[in-house]
C-alpha cells in the first residue's frame, strides 16, 4: 500500500469515526428525549381515558337510575308489563326510543327476567327476542362500563353500557343502556398529531396497526350480541398508538444533513489527499529514484537539496550516508587486497607442503639405508624414484598454475585405482594401519589427476592425524563403481577412520578454505 493510500485511509477515518460516533449519539439522544416526551404524554391520554370512562360510567348509571324510577312510575308500562293488552303493548315498544332519545343515550333496551326484550331503543324490531346472557354478563361486571355490541337496523352499534334493575308488580326487570363508545371514547384524548387513540376488539388483526407502535394499552370487558349466538365476555383495547412518521422524517432529514456534510468532508479530505500526496509524494518518490541508483560501485550521487523540512533532513542524512559509504568501501576494497593476498599465500604454501612431504620422506628413507643398509641405496632409490618424480611433477604443475593465478583443469580418462596407490605410498602412517579396498576392474574416469590426488592426500592425512596415538587406530580407502540410470558410469572413493569424528561447528566449517583443527 502507497503512502499516499495510506494518508488517504488516515484522513478518512479521522474524518469518518467522529462523524459516524456524533450520528449515532444524535440518533439516540434524539430517541431518547421523543421517547420520555411521548411517555409524558401517554400518561397523560391515559389518566384522561381513565377519568372519561369513571365519567361516562356514572353518566350512564345516573341516567338508568333515573329511568329505571320513571318506569317504576308509569302506569302505561305496568299495564304492559302486567296485563298485555295490545294498547298498552303498543306504548312499551315504542317507549324505550322515546326514553333513550331523552335520556341521550345511544342504546337502551328494556327485559323482563328471562332474558325476552319488552322494549328497544337502537333497534325496535327487537322485541320478544331472548338475550339472557347479556344481564347475566352486565350483572357480573357491576359498577364497570362494558362494551356492547348491539344490532341496529342498519349495521351494529357499540356502546358503554351499563345495567340497572327495578320491579313492576313484583316481577323483576333489567334496563340495559349506554352511550355510543367510539365517539365519546376517541375523541378529543389528544391533540398531538403523532399520538392517536384505537379502539380494538377481539379479533383485530395487528397488521391494521403498521405505520406506529402501541405505546399503553386499556382493557375494556367486551360482549358481542351482535350475531344472535349465544354471547361471551371477551376482551377490547383502547391502545394509544404513537406515529412513527415524524421520528423517521426527522431521522431521515438528519441522516440527509449528514450524508452531505459527509460528502463535502470527503471531497475536501479527497482534495487535502491530492495536494499532501504532490507536496510529499513527489519529493519522497524523487529521493527515492536517487537511492536506488546508489550501489558500491556508484556512490557518486547527489543529494543536496535547500529544504529545511523533515525531507530535507532525510536527503542531507542519505548525503552523509553515502559519504561514509564511499570512505568505507575504500578501506573495505584495501582489506579485501590484503585478504586476497594473504588466501593466495597460504593457498601457495599448503600446496608446497603437501608436495614437499614425500620428497622429504623419501629423502629420510634414502638417508637412513645410506647408513644401515648401503649395499641396497640404489635398489632403495630405483624403487622410491617414482615418488620423487611423481612429487616433482605435482610442484611443477602448481607452479605452473599459480603462475597464471588461476589453477586449470586438465580432464582426461584417471585409473582411480593408481591415484590411491600412489597417494598411500606418499603418505607416512605415524603406526597407523591404513588398509584398502579397492574394486577391480573399475571404469576410467574424466578428471583432473592432480586435483584428486590432491583431495586424497588432504583427507588420507587428515585421517592419519585424527587416529595417531589411539590404540587398534586404522584408516580404510575404499573405491566402487557406481552406475546411476541413464548417465556415465562413475566411481566413489570412501575414506574412514575410527578417529574422534567431526563436531557438527566443524561440519559446517568443513569446506571453508583453510580452516583447520590442527595448532
Known amino acids: 500500500m502507497s503512502f499516499r493510500t495510506r494518508l488517504f485511509l488516515a484522513i478518512l477515518l479521522a474524518v ?16 431518547r428525549r421523543l421517547t420520555a416526551e411521548y411517555d409524558g404524554k401517554v400518561g397523560a391520554v391515559a389518566s384522561i381515558i381513565e377519568n372519561d370512562l369513571a365519567r361516562e360510567s356514572g353518566t350512564v348509571a345516573t341516567r338508568l337510575s333515573t329511568l329505571a324510577t320513571e318506569v317504576g312510575r308509569d302506569n302505561r308500562v305496568r299495564l304492559a308489563v302486567l296485563q298485555a293488552d295490545q294498547q298498552s303493548r303498543q306504548y312499551l315498544l315504542d317507549y324505550a326510543g322515546r326514553a333513550m332519545r331523552l335520556a341521550g343515550l345511544s342504546m337502551l333496551q328494556l327485559e ?37 355490541r348491539a344490532r ?33 371514547l376517541l375523541s378529543g384524548l389528544t391533540h398531538d398529531h403523532d399520538l392517536a387513540v384505537a379502539l380494538r376488539y377481539p379479533g ?21 350480541v351482535s350475531t344472535g349466538s349465544a354471547a ?20 431521515h432529514g438528519i441522516t ?54 523533515e525531507i530535507g533532513a532525510l536527503s542531507r542524512l542519505l548525503g552523509a550516508m553515502t559519504e561514509r559509504l564511499r570512505s568505507s568501501t575504500t578501506r573495505l576494497r584495501e582489506v579485501e587486497r590484503r585478504a586476497a593476498i594473504g588466501d593466495l599465500a ?55 598454475n599459480y603462475d597464471r593465478l588461476s589453477p586449470s583443469l586438465e580432464r582426461r580418462p584417471c585409473d582411480v585405482n593408481a591415484i590411491v596407490e600412489q597417494v598411500l605410498r606418499s603418505t607416512t602412517h605415524d603406526g597407523v594401519v591404513v588398509q584398502r579396498q579397492l574394486q577391480d576392474r573399475l571404469p576410467h574416469v574424466v578428471g583432473d589427476e592432480l586435483m584428486v590426488r590432491r583431495i586424497l592426500e588432504n583427507l588420507v592425512g587428515n585421517a592419519i592425524d585424527s587416529t595417531a596415538g ?37 561440519l559446517q566449517r568443513a569446506f571453508d578454505d583453510f580452516y583447520s583443527t590442527k595448532p
Open 16 to 31: 469518518w469515526l467522529p462523524l459516524g460516533a456524533l450520528s449515532w449519539r444524535v440518533s439516540r439522544e434524539l430517541d
Open 256 to 309: 440527509r444533513w449528514f450524508a452531505l456534510a459527509l460528502g463535502l468532508t470527503l471531497a475536501g479530505t479527497f482534495l487535502v489527499a491530492l495536494w499532501l500526496s504532490v507536496v510529499v509524494s513527489r519529493p519522497l518518490r524523487a529521493l527515492g529514484d536517487t537511492t536506488s541508483r546508489v550501489v558500491l560501485d556508484r556512490l557518486d550521487q547527489s543529494f543536496d537539496t535547500n529544504r529545511t523540512d
Open 346 to 400: 597460504r593457498q601457495v604454501n599448503h600446496d608446497i607442503k603437501n608436495g614437499l612431504t614425500p620428497i622429504r620422506n623419501v629423502l629420510r628413507h634414502l638417508t637412513q639405508a645410506s647408513q644401515q643398509e648401503p649395499q641396497r641405496l640404489a635398489d632403495i632409490f630405483e624403487a622410491r624414484r617414482g615418488t620423487l618424480e611423481s612429487s616433482v611433477e605435482y610442484l611443477d604443475t602448481l607452479a605452473r
Open 112 to 148: 323482563d327476567s328471562t332474558g325476552r326484550i319488552l322494549s328497544s331503543g337502537h333497534f325496535r324490531n327487537q322485541f320478544d327476542r331472548l338475550e339472557p346472557e347479556l344481564p347475566r354478563l352486565l350483572a357480573s361486571m357491576r359498577d364497570t362500563l362494558v362494551l356492547v
Open 470 to 506: 589411539r590404540a587398534g587406530a586404522s584408516v580404510t580407502v575404499t573405491t566402487e563403481p557406481v552406475e546411476p540410470a541413464g548417465e556415465p558410469p562413475r566411481v566413489r572413493i570412501i575414506v574412514a577412520d575410527t578417529g574422534s569424528g567431526m563436531t557438527q561447528a566443524d
Open 232 to 251: 361471551g365476555l371477551d376482551t377490547a383495547r383502547l391502545v394509544v398508538i404513537q406515529s412513527l412518521g415524524t421520528l423517521e422524517s426527522l431521522r
Open 204 to 224: 383485530t388483526p395487528e397488521a391494521q396497526l403498521a405505520g406506529g407502535r402501541v405505546l399503553r394499552s386499556v382493557a375494556l370487558p367486551y360482549v358481542d
Open 152 to 184: 341496529t337496523p342498519d349495521s351494529t352499534l357499540v356502546a358503554l353500557t351499563r345495567m340497572d334493575s327495578l320491579r313492576v308488580g313484583g316481577k323483576p326487570l333489567y334496563l340495559i343502556g349506554g352511550i355510543e363508545a367510539a365517539h365519546r
